[in-house]
């Protein structure tokens, strides 16, 4: 009883902790070996960002977009193998290897031609890559690893 | 099967185009190609079907979060699954991959509606929560009414995408197809080259084995061939030297390659000829046609004896490379033998000339006495001998003419042989010719029982100008031989004119001819077989000089004759027709005038005591010398007005005695006439010139000889009446208008030749050749004297001419041709 007490408590002080840290609305959560880490949007624009412009299946014309690169996010979490495991809003999930979290590799995206993006038009969080400048992107498996409305990672060993 | 060259350039163009063109095609389809399957793995399609199914599962969230609601259900997931619902259709609006689905009839319109509700429920979705409340029935209607669409869309967009997919394929199967024809084309013709290339490479095998083959023959042939073979390059250097070339120039190969072949072969002197001389040789070489030609050369053996090489050289080139090859014979022996060759040649002509001269000389050393012979027959006749003598006598005189005509017959070819026609070109009755011919021979046919039938067909034209002794010898020539070799037959003369040209023939029912013998009629000494010898007399060379003389005058002669039927001579000359000479008298043949002083100087006693008789019994007063100096004396002391001498004498000859008669001007203005049985024109030639005016050919017949004194010893008056005889019967014969302008031209031209005569000098052969040809007209005119001079200009290669004679004879026809240009 105690025991499972205190380990209320801990995990208590821990959520409290780990959301203590954050402002605003989460709009990611990172479930890592090391338990669970929240971003809200402030957070992950702090984070070195980069912009790539491409267009994309899903869209009309050239896009810009704006976002913390996978291998940056890896870094940030230090974590170096395995995959994530990305989710979405409507529960679509899919894996990406730590092999796409490369320079000029997968982006999460929260800006779209310079404007945040709604779960309408969907955001808040993008998972894209520069599929015009890299034809190895150009592919049914990048594109199934593409994830709108991203809500989750899940770091895999 | 080996391909030749021809088809191999026929095949290579559209084989090698054919191949292009696949490998071409090959390239463009396995771009095209690649482009499809990038277009499947960079998956432009993403997972359409997936997308869309994805929508209505998004559909039944929102509705299942609607419904939701108001079993306490929270609006925030309505929000949610609403945008995730909008975002998914917002994807179908705006991604190319679904440009199918928009255009499409069926699902187009169903994705506007949908859309366009949506958009309705935005304002709500995105407004306060109260008023979003409230909609919910209304939304759970919209969203449940909504629910068919998004099932129709998912279907139908299935259809249409399969349908894009299907035709995606198809092209993609279509560019497989082709890319595999391309393959299978290009694997054939892969296959095809190659099995040219192995054709080619088996023909080019052969051809190098046959090249070898080539190469080992010639090889042998150049080792074994009997002339030397060399080989020069451009620089003049010895390249080849084969066995005969060792042979012949005493060298060994391996001496001879290698060393300038002007050093080695080619005698000192010509050396420098050779260096410079090799490329002008080489380029004469290269042309067409000196190539082949063989040169003779001297050449140099190794012991340094010049010996004589007979050589070709062509150039061969090969690879941008010139040598000469050159076969060389070494020609000492064959030399040797042309030499002796051509000394026999000579020797055997010389043989022949000599034959011939001695001959001639013969014929008129027997002419000289037998003339003699016969004058004194004549003489005998007249002295009162008994019948039986007389009989005799006849029986002589037959046998003495027969032989006379031999060699006169004889004569008369050497005469011919040299050349010389004595041309007595004037107008004369050829109907009266022939037909009188015909009548002097009846008697003679009739001994045989022979007939003669004259048939003449000259229509009015009866005279012809031309030489009528020689029509008439030719004609009594054949005339002679149909007689001969026909008995109790028909012999024919017809003549015939055919505008200029004059055709003679003759023909008999005589023996014939073979047809072999037929070829060689004409020739010299022919008298057929045995039974002709037997019937025929003769010496065989009637028909050769009837053969020359009517070549001489541009005819032909020919005959024909069928074996046991008879034969037929036929001759054609040119003998225009022409006016008869009307005026022409027809004084009975006499000495001429009486009482003329002749000199007669005759070594033979006979022919000069002949001479003496019958000058004078016609009056004359005749004075006889019988030898050369003789009558240098006798002229010395005396006057005449004609000397007769003759030529060949012992001691001081005919020619001799003139010279200083002229020399010592004993005789001035009188002419001295030659007698001589000298027939030939060189001889002719050489008297003239020695200062006689006239050459009379033994024997000498009564008529010459009036002519002769009346020509000579005339006054000046008969000397151009007897001239103007011959330009009367040129006026007859072509009219005034042409004769004057004929004689004018004659002026003309011979003052043109007097220009060019110089007394000091000897004539040129143009000059010669000019005096020839007016000596010719001269005769024609009748101009003898000045004939005399011209032939005497003509013959006179290497001494001065004498002017003075030539002045003084024209002076004469001077006359003459104005009196004649005056009428």
Known sequence: MTLWKIRLVAFGLALVSAVAAIGGTIVLSVDGPDGHKYFDMGMLQEMPSVTIETETIWTDGEQVFTGVSLQELARHLGIENGAFEAVATNAYSVEIPMTDAVEGGALIAYERNGLAMTVRDKGPLWIVYPYDHNPRYRSEETYSRSIWQLEKLIVKP | ?823
């Not at chain 2, 005058?553 to 039927?565: F, K, N, Q, R």
Request: charged share 25%; hydrophobic share 45%.
């Open chain 2, 1 to 823: 099967m080996p391909l030749n060259t021809e088809i191999r350039k026929w095949l290579a163009a559209p084989v090698g185009g054919v191949l292009v063109l696949l490998i071409i095609s090959a390239v463009f389809l396995g771009r095209e190609l690649l482009r499809q399957v990038d277009g499947l793995s960079t998956a432009e399609a993403d997972n359409v079907q997936w997308n869309l199914s994805q929508g209505e599962v998004e559909h039944l969230r929102l509705e299942g979060a609607v419904n939701a609601v108001p079993q306490g259900g929270s609006l925030s997931e309505v929000r949610r699954r609403f945008d995730v619902f909008y975002s998914r259709i917002a994807i179908y609006q705006e991604s190319h991959l679904y440009q199918g689905v928009r255009q499409d009839p069926v699902t187009g319109p169903l994705l506007r509606d949908i859309q366009a509700s949506m958009d309705t429920l935005v304002p709500l979705i995105d407004g306060p929560d109260e008023i979003l409340h409230k909609t919910v029935p209304k939304m759970q209607e919209l969203l449940a009414e909504q629910a068919t669409d998004v099932r129709r869309l998912l279907i139908a967009g299935i259809a249409v995408h399969t349908q894009e997919t299907e035709v995606r394929r198809n092209a993609l199967r279509l560019i497989l197809v082709r890319l595999g024809w391309v393959l299978v084309f290009l694997v054939g013709a892969l296959i095809a080259g190659a099995n040219v290339l192995w054709l080619l490479n088996r023909r080019a095998k052969q051809l190098a084995k046959e090249s070898a083959e080539s190469a080992a023959r010639m090889e042998a042939m150049v080792s074994s061939s009997l002339d030397a073979i060399l080989m020069v390059d451009t620089e003049g250097f010895i390249r080849g030297f084969n066995g005969a070339a060792e042979a012949i120039f005493g060298y060994t190969q391996a001496e001879a390659i290698g060393r300038p072949m002007a050093e080695l072969i080619i005698p000192e002197q010509f050396r420098t000829a050779n260096k410079t001389g090799l490329p002008r040789f080489s380029n004469a070489a290269a042309r067409p046609g000196t190539g082949k030609g063989r040169i003779r050369l001297q050449a140099l053996h190794k012991t340094g004896r010049v010996f004589p090489v007979e050589l070709s050289i062509k150039p061969s080139t090969s690879g941008g490379d010139t040598v000469f090859v050159s076969f060389l014979r070494d020609i000492t022996e064959q030399l040797e033998a042309e030499e002796e060759l051509r000394r026999a040649r000579d020797d055997a002509l010389a043989g022949e000339k000599a034959k011939a001269n001695l001959l001639t000389v013969m014929s008129h050393e027997m002419r000289t006495p037998l003339n003699g012979v016969l004058g004194a027959i004549n003489l005998l006749d007249d002295t009162g001998i008994t019948k039986d003598q007389r009989r005799y006598l006849d029986a002589m005189r037959v046998s003495g003419d027969l032989l006379l005509n031999h060699v006169n017959d004889v004569l008369e070819l050497s005469r011919l042989e040299a050349g010389i026609t004595a041309e007595e070109v004037r107008v004369f009755d050829l109907a009266a010719l022939v037909s009188g011919l015909g009548e002097s021979q009846q008697a003679s046919a009739a001994r045989r029982g022979n007939q003669i039938q004259v048939d003449i067909s000259l229509g009015r034209e009866h005279h012809a100008l031309g030489d009528p002794l020689q029509v008439q010898r030719v004609l009594l020539n054949l005339l002679g031989n149909a007689l001969k070799f026909t008995r109790g037959g028909t012999i024919t003369i017809s003549v015939s004119r055919q505008g200029d040209l004059v055709e003679f023939s003759v023909a008999d029912t005589g023996v014939g001819i073979e047809s072999d013998d037929l070829e060689r009629i004409f020739d010299e000494f022919i008298t057929l077989d045995a039974s002709y010898a037997r019937q025929s007399e003769g010496t065989g060379l009637g028909l050769s000089i009837s053969r020359r003389i009517v070549r001489a005058m541009g005819g032909e002669i020919g005959a024909e004759s069928e074996p046991g039927e008879g034969s037929l001579f036929w001759f054609t000359v040119s003998l225009p027709a022409a006016l008869p000479e009307t005026e022409r008298s027809s004084r009975p043949p006499a000495l001429g005038d009486v009482g003329r002083r002749i000199l007669i100087v005759e070594d033979n006693e006979i022919n000069r005591l002949l001479l003496v008789k019958v000058l004078e019994k016609h009056g004359h007063e005749v004075t006889s010398a019988c030898g050369g100096e003789e009558s240098v004396q006798i002229v010395g002391g005396q006057r005449f007005d004609l000397i007769l001498m003759d030529i060949s004498m012992p001691g001081m000859d005919g020619i001799e005695a003139v010279s200083r008669i002229r020399r010592g001007r004993l005789a001035e203005n009188t002419p001295i006439v030659a007698l001589t049985a000298h027939a030939a024109a060189e001889d002719r030639q050489r008297i003239l010139r020695a200062g006689f005016a006239e050459v009379l050919t033994k024997p000498v017949s009564q008529k010459d000889l009036a002519t002769a004194i009346r020509d000579y010893t005339g006054t000046s008056h008969a000397n151009a009446d007897q001239t103007a005889e011959g330009i009367r019967a040129v006026f007859d014969g072509l009219g005034s208008d042409r004769a004057a302008y004929y004689l004018n031209r004659f002026q003309r031209e011979y003052l043109m030749l007097r220009a060019g005569v110089n007394s000091g000098s000897s004539p040129d052969k143009a000059l010669r050749a000019e005096a020839h040809r007016l000596a010719g007209s001269a005769s024609i005119l009748g101009l003898k004297p000045l004939q005399n001079c011209l032939a005497a200009l003509e013959a006179a290669d290497d001494s001065p001419v004498d002017v003075a004679a030539l002045d003084a004879a024209w002076e004469r026809a001077e006359t003459v041709i104005t009196a004649a240009l005056e009428i």
